[in-house]
């Protein structure tokens, strides 16, 4: 059994060494310089999801402040009178444009975010409260980003090549 041990870690050595050379070397490439700005197809929110690979409050942000820079959604804080008039709260009201949406223009989550909360009404107040319908427009935000980018984040992976190497040293 001793000679079947060494045996089967030499294999494993083995292969790893080959799954190496063949899959683990990086080919030199093109001098890496720094972009202070998206690639034109990529929204700020799907970057920030390709960054971490999972949806996140980040991204909504992301996606309601671009929207508000092209126009299609107002964002405007104001400051409320606190219960009895003690004490001031500040909330942010959206509120959609009557810019023209058209679903060519935007990413796919920014067009879902903006019709859904339109929806919603004429102005959308962000107090600090949970509200199950915004609930339910991050969720739609959150779903349309993950379906337009989740299979480029497992395109990368190669969690299946080292399923032969544990299954050697089992």
Known sequence: TMYLSLLGMLAALWYGYTSWQKY???PIGPEVR???????????????????GFPSSQQLTASLT??????????????????????SKEIFVLSPT?????????????????????????????????NSDLNKVTEAHNKTL???HARFLKDGENNAKVWPLIGICV
Do not use: C, H, M, W
């Open 98 to 130: 009557d810019k023209t949406v058209i679903q060519a223009v935007l990413p796919g989550e920014q067009y879902v975010l903006l019709k859904r909360l339109q929806g919603l009404g004429p102005t959308i107040e962000l107090d600090g409260e949970y």
């Open 34 to 52: 720094p972009r202070f700005s998206a690639p034109e197809q990529v929204s700020p929110a799907a970057a920030n999801y390709l960054l971490t």
């Open 146 to 148: 993950k379906g337009e």
């Open 66 to 87: 671009d929207l508000a820079i092209k126009g299609y959604l107002r964002i405007e804080e104001e400051e409320r009178d606190g219960f009895l008039g003690l004490g």
């Open 24 to 26: 683990g070397i990086d």
